[in-house]
Nanobody, 128 residues
């Protein structure tokens, strides 16, 4: 079992920055992919960013490309989401997710149901 804990959310003004962290613990984590998703009130959970754990390839939603950066620290089993130039529409609960099975298609990175473990979420609120 893998346990994911997010931190770093909060309230920020438009144009500001936040860095989210996701620490993975439990059994030795040798995941294949880590992802960040978000869910705004009344909306479905949507893909934000993901990366392959071994190769470090990164993937982004169009809405955040150029503003958000996903990265990892292998030694700490931690994934980060640096969020710059935040907009009010970025307001949501942000979830960290991990997949411990092989990926057979790039589309798996973008798909909620392809992830095996989820954190509890951290609220990000961007005021205008």
């Amino acid at each position: 079992q893998v346990h994911l804990v997010e931190s770093g959310g909060g309230l920020v003004q438009a144009g500001g920055s936040l860095r989210l962290s996701c620490a993975a613990s439990g059994r030795t984590f040798s995941g294949y992919a880590m992802g960040w998703f978000r869910q705004a009130p009344g909306k479905e959970r949507e893909f934000v960013a993901a990366m392959s754990w071994s190769a470090g390839n990164t993937y982004y939603a169009e809405s955040v490309k150029g503003r958000f950066t996903i990265s990892r620290d292998n030694a700490k089993n931690t994934v980060y989401l640096q969020m710059n130039s935040l907009k009010p529409e970025d307001t949501a609960v942000y979830y960290c997710a991990a997949r411990s099975r092989p990926l057979y298609s790039r589309s798996y990175y973008y798909t909620v149901k392809e992830y095996d473990y989820w954190g509890q979420g951290t609220q990000v609120t961007v005021s205008s």
